[in-house]
């Protein structure tokens, strides 16, 4: 019913940039709040950042300055722009939206991708 395609991830050097995109698509009426995790070895998935449908946004304050979040409605993305990449920053990735779709509302994942910093 619902998919969330990820793309955008892979092996950057230490103050590197990467663009994550990740598009929602299927039965969906609407979509509230779109947003980015991450998970690194040995670790709990964390908050990175979050985009409301209003424009609300929130970071994890170990990205403040560094990542930006944004979202295209047309198109059902949302884009996580990450520069000044650090080593700390090496974990999956995945997309989370809130949506209303032909199943109600509820929460959808990504399949995850992977970002790796390193030299």
């Known amino acids: 019913q619902v998919q969330l395609v990820e793309s955008g991830g892979g092996l950057v050097q230490p103050g590197g940039s990467l663009r994550l995109s990740c598009a929602a698509s299927?039965?969906?009426?609407?979509?509230?709040?779109m947003g980015w995790y991450r998970q690194a070895p040995g670790k709990q998935r964390e908050l990175v950042a979050k985009i409301t449908s209003g424009g609300r946004i929130d970071y994890a304050d170990s990205v403040k300055g560094r990542f930006t979040i944004s979202r295209d409605n047309a198109k059902n993305t949302v884009y996580l722009q990450m520069n000044s990449l650090n080593s700390e920053d090496t974990a999956v990735y995945y997309c989370k939206t809130d949506l209303l779709g032909r199943a109600g509302r509820s929460d959808y994942w990504g399949q995850g991708t992977q970002v790796t910093v390193s030299s």
């Open positions: 299927g039965s969906i009426f609407s979509i509230y709040a």
